[in-house]
Each structure stands twice: as C-alpha cells, then as structure tokens.
C-alpha cells in the first residue's frame, strides 16, 4: 500500500481525463482499506473510473479499491452462489461465470467498469439488470468502518438507481457482490435489442448463454467504442421515464418517436433517438463529441477537458428539453 502524491488518473477512468489527485493509495484487501479508512476521514473512491466525469482535480485522498478474487459461496443443483470482489473487472467476471457455465448476466458481457460499483447504478444493458441476479453485497460503512451486508431488496433497486446513489451515497464502498446464477434450465433473455437478429444471422437455432454473450459483444462493438481507444464512459444519459401525458403531447409533432410501456401511466423513450433527431450524433466540439454510432456516448478525442464534456452534455439537454419538451439525466456521475 503506497501513497502517492499529484497523482495523474488519467489511465484510471474510462474518459481518459487528465485530472488529478492530491494524494492517491490503491487498497487490495478489506484490511489495507480499513487502515485507510482509520486514517483518513475525507476521501474519494475510486472503482473501475468508467461511470464517472471528472471535471476537476480530486484535492482529497483518492482510494482506488482493487480487492480482487472469485469464490464460489454456496450451490445446489439448480444455482450457485458466486462472489465477486470489488476489484474484479466486470467483463472479465461475466466471461469466468460463462466459463463455468453460469447464467444470468450474459446479456451484460462487455460493459465497462468493476464489479463492486455494478450495484450502485443497477447497471443494465439488452433486458437485464444487475438487480435480476443479485442475491446480497458486502460492504464497509466509511464513517465506522463496520461491514454491513445488504440484500437484494436493502439495494432499493431501480432504473440506475439504488440506496447507494441516494440515502447511502458516500457512506459505504462495496467490498464484494455475491450473484445467484443458473447451473442449468437458463433462462435466455434474446427479445431485447438486436439479440435475436445477431442469432439469426449466426444460425444458431437454440443458443447458449455464450451464444447470447457473443451476440451482445458483437452488438456492443459494432456501436460503442472501445474506451482504451477512444476515451468514453458508455451510455452518458438515462433513457427518460416520462409521464405518459407527455408523450402523447411529444408525438403530436413527432409521431416517429419510438416509447417502452414501463406502467399504465409512465412510458420510456430512447434517449439516443431524441439526440440523434436533435442533429448531435457524431458532431465533434473539438476533442469533445458524440460517437458516429451511438448518440448516447460522449467521446474524448484526445485531450478533452471534463468541463468541455460536460458543456456538451448540457446543450445536448438544454436541446432535446426544448425540442421535445423532455428532460434528460446524466446516468454518469459527474465529479
């Protein structure tokens, strides 16, 4: 455990922002992080870095959680249990459990970030969130330094929501995530997107949970970049939950719009639609932009300040309110 000081963390978040902390330590055990935790009572905590915007230097501690390691915590002949530690990266967990023919979180291959900030945003991707097979998470209370373990219904799930973004927001870090998966009699999710199209196009009849896995990575590639070359955090905005009054008052003027019945009065409609309609799919502000094949992600080019990133983010809303009269969240945490 060594602490370092003017610490650049550019390599470490997805954006590729040359922001930097004050004074930086990575923790690879519950201990070191306890120890840390004692000493320190302003900090910041870094995950994987691919859900945030920094927009300024961090002039705090940053503690970068790298706790690592895969066990199996229980199984019957049905499931089995899996713990993940928080610094284990996401997509690499999802490819161990395929490995070991583990169901249930297939259809989030290839998202960015580590498993222990999964919870946090309910991260979700082609008809699964993380909320569909979490079965409870371990965590510290940073003020105390006492581990609490939160069940699936304590998380407070919601779309990209959870108690961690509200009550609890800065008050515990996850320390690890046990997931309830399939051994056999999976259950495939391929309505969702273009899943099944991707099978079709294979010619795979009856798929396997790697089939699906594939199908996804394929889908993802084709349209999001990859944040190793061009800098990004994914989907930059939620996809608006809106009243269905709204909507109908939407498509008055824009009949196209496409909508997901999410209750009797509430729909959700394609944040990345309303973008590219508002003309900002691929339009580049410098070395800040809009990826040519998604709308919902803001790119780094290069040498993109968060503040640029985010001054994009805000026209991009400011249009699409006065377009549609819908407003837009950031589903990244802006820091």
């Not at 945030?52 to 970068?64: F, Q, R, S």
């Not at 590639?221 to 269905?244: C, M, R, V, W, Y």
């Not at 919902?296 to 309110?321: F, M, P």
Request: proline residues 3%.
């Amino acid at each position: 455990m060594i602490l370092q000081n003017n610490f650049s963390l550019r390599e470490y978040n997805t954006f590729g922002i040359a922001a930097k902390a004050k004074s930086f330590v990575a923790v690879q055990n519950t201990e070191e992080l306890t120890t840390v935790l004692k000493q320190n009572d302003d900090i910041f905590v870094l995950g994987g870095g691919s859900n945030m915007l920094l927009t300024k230097d961090i002039e705090k501690l940053v503690v970068h959680v790298n706790l690592k390691g895969i066990t199996i915590e229980k199984e019957d002949q049905d499931y089995v249990w899996v713990k993940a530690n928080a610094g284990e990266n996401w997509h690499e967990f999802v490819m161990w459990c395929l490995e070991h023919n583990y169901g249930g979180i297939e259809n989030l291959s290839l998202i960015p970030g580590n498993v222990g900030t999964t919870p946090i945003q309910n991260i979700g991707a082609y008809g699964v969130e993380i909320k569909d097979t979490l079965a409870y998470c371990e965590a510290i209370n940073i003020a105390t330094q006492e581990f609490k373990t939160f069940t699936n219904e304590e998380c407070k799930f919601a779309y990209r929501e959870s108690i961690f973004k509200n009550e609890l927001k800065n008050k515990y870090i996850i320390t690890s995530v046990i997931f309830k998966l399939t051994k056999t009699n999976h259950k495939l999710n391929t309505a969702y997107g273009a899943i099944e199209t991707e099978l079709n196009d294979r010619k795979i009849g009856i798929p396997t949970i790697k089939d699906v896995s594939n199908a996804v990575i394929t889908i993802r590639q084709s349209k999001l970049p990859d944040p190793k070359e061009l800098g990004n955090s994914g989907s930059f905005f939620k996809n608006p939950i809106i009243a269905k009054s709204l909507y109908e008052k939407a498509i008055l003027n824009f009949p196209e719009m496409p909508h997901y019945k999410v209750s009797e009065t509430e729909v959700k409609v394609p944040a990345g639609w309303l973008i590219e309609q508002a003309g900002f799919k691929g339009k580049r502000f410098g070395d800040a932009g809009i990826h040519k094949n998604q709308a919902l992600v803001l790119v780094n080019y290069g040498n993109a300040t968060g503040a640029e990133i985010l001054a994009v983010s805000k026209d991009i809303q400011a249009t699409i309110l006065a377009k549609f009269g819908i407003p837009i969240e950031a589903e990244v945490n802006i820091i």
